[in-house]
């Protein structure tokens, strides 16, 4: 049974930073896409950042430049550094896993995911 749990939200001001991190119970954990997807209140769920298989990565536009997807095989971890934040960046943040190695062109796809964790709040104030 696949087990994901964040970690690591809070409150900060803005241009401050957070590190998510999402710790895994998978089996063969280094062959899954992995993904930090976020909700805000009344918006739908998007993707911020995915890492496949092989360590290639997907960034919201929004947030290339600022936020850093990474992950730990070692320790089943996966993690979002977050910088320079903005107020705009405030919602649930959860973390999802499929076994797919490579999701391509999909891989910011909410559906895409099969497993989910159950979010940790980042709240930046201005």
């Known amino acids: 049974q696949v087990q994901l749990t964040e970690s690591g939200g809070g409150s900060v001001q803005a241009g401050q930073s957070l590190r998510l991190s999402c710790a895994a119970s998978i089996y063969a954990f280094t062959d899954y896409s992995m993904g930090w997807f976020r909700q805000a209140p009344g918006k739908e769920r998007e993707g911020v950042a995915s890492?496949?298989?092989?360590?290639?990565?997907t960034y919201l536009d929004s947030v290339k430049g600022r936020f850093t997807i990474s992950k730990d095989s070692a320790g089943n971890t996966l993690y979002l550094q977050m910088d320079s934040l903005k107020p705009e960046d405030t919602a649930v943040y959860y973390c999802?896993?499929?076994?797919?190695?490579?999701?391509?062109?999909?891989?910011?796809?909410?559906?895409?995911?099969?497993?989910w964790g159950q979010g940790t709040q980042v709240t930046v104030s201005s």
């Open positions: 999802a896993a499929d076994p797919s190695r490579w999701l391509g062109a999909n891989a910011l796809l909410p559906k895409e995911y099969k497993y």
């Open positions: 890492i496949d298989s092989g360590g290639g990565t």
